[in-house]
């Protein structure tokens, strides 16, 4: 791991040398429809402010599809009201027994999309004007299917937590930058993806079976030899929870939904013909992020009961590697920070205590639980779906 963050962080480095020399030409006449979809589940606090928002973005050629999936408050009515009050707004109201999740909900959607490409909101989504004329220009190249923009929490401020998520997020975009630098397997997270049509159509669009429809439709595009860029200067925000039992739902669902894909692609990952050598190394490090919880609790546990029974064993050498993993990650998040956020020197060392303590605390469980259902028991389709309209509360 560590010597693949080294990699990383030379490719980086290179990358930005590379644009600085040699600026990147962009087609200006590469002006494709994009059909934006937005799907809804109860979400009358935010939709409303979300559809005006993104009605001001400077792209002529756009529609904007709102599908309401279930609601049981005044989602709907709302939906029909944009639809009347914006001709560029259109809305899909899927009937009470329609099979349920996003994944089925973009599905449906993409049967009245005109879009040569696809761009996906999450009902509480917030851009700047610009955000569709940086993207664009990332997705022309013939094997690009997708496109990613930066995510950022837009009320990082409110309590511990959603500062603590903030800087979760600038971690993920140094991730998301590396792997975008060496060609690896950058992933879509869901909100702010843009996505070839082509690109869709060649993978037989979103899978119904999943729970993270955009971890598992990034795996089956890389399978297929489709490369996702990843766009840092596009930026899309979106709330950050703001208690312990909204967030364990939410990482809970993207932990087992990552672990899952995995699982089920397993084969497919090792043996593609299309994948690159950079995307397949790419996925089989990263899943050491998810593998690395359980194997320190485990290591601690195993030797500790070694030693108090007197037998022969390794905590020390365990304790020094521990240690070392720690340093790394500091040293990491604290890159992260200095590069993606406006924070001050002092500000960055409380954040890396900070963030460690609560990335360590949260995710440790939450990986354990989450390794130890996939293992015992049957697949279920449990969405845990993130409430929106935080910030008002």
Not at 221 to 250: F, P
């Amino acid at each position: 791991m560590g010597l693949y963050l080294i990699f990383c962080y030379v490719f980086v480095k290179l990358q930005r040398r590379r644009a600085k020399k040699y600026p990147v030409v962009i087609n200006e006449n590469y002006k494709p429809f994009i059909s934006i979809l937005i799907p809804c589940h109860n979400e009358e606090n935010v939709i409303e402010d979300t559809v005006k928002n993104i009605l001001r973005v400077d792209w002529e050629d756009y529609e904007i599809i709102l599908i309401d999936d279930r609601s049981e408050d005044s989602t709907p009515e709302i939906l029909k009201r944009l639809t009347e009050e914006y001709e560029k707004v259109n809305c899909l109201i899927r009937d009470k027994s329609a099979f349920p999740g996003k994944s089925a909900v973009l599905n449906d959607a993409m049967k009245l999309a005109k879009g040569e490409a696809i761009l996906v909101f999450d009902a509480d989504a917030k851009i700047d004007p610009d955000f569709i004329k940086k993207m664009v220009p990332k997705l022309e190249a013939p094997d690009v299917g997708a496109v990613q923009s930066r995510k950022m929490i837009i009320n990082a401020e409110q309590n511990f937590l959603t500062r603590c998520q903030y800087e979760e997020y600038a971690l993920d975009t140094h991730m998301q930058v590396s792997r975008d630098a060496v060609r690896g397997a950058v992933e879509l997270r869901g909100n702010g993806e843009l996505i070839k049509r082509r690109a869709l159509e060649d993978i037989g669009f979103w899978n119904n079976e999943t729970i993270t429809d955009d971890l598992d439709m990034s795996t089956r595009m890389h399978i297929r030899g489709w490369d996702i860029r990843y766009c840092l200067e596009a930026v899309v925000y979106e709330e950050g929870v703001l208690t312990y039992g909204a967030l364990i739902k939410q990482r809970r669902r993207w932990v087992e939904g990552s672990i899952r894909r995995y699982l089920e692609y397993m084969w497919d990952i090792l043996l593609s013909k299309d994948m690159s050598f950079r995307v397949t190394a790419d996925l089989i490090i990263y899943i050491t992020e998810f593998l690395l919880p359980f194997w320190v609790v485990s290591e601690i546990f195993i030797q500790a009961f070694r030693y108090v029974k007197g037998a022969d064993n390794t905590i020390l050498s365990s304790m020094i590697i521990i240690g070392c993993m720690a340093v790394l990650f500091a040293g990491m998040l604290f890159y992260s920070l200095r590069k993606y956020t406006n924070y001050s020197f002092w500000e960055k060392i409380r954040s890396i205590f900070a963030t460690t303590a609560y990335l360590i605390i949260f995710w440790t469980p939450v990986v354990l639980m989450m390794i130890l259902k996939i293992i015992f028991t049957e697949k279920t389709m449990d969405w845990g779906k993130t409430e929106h309209g935080v910030i008002a509360q």
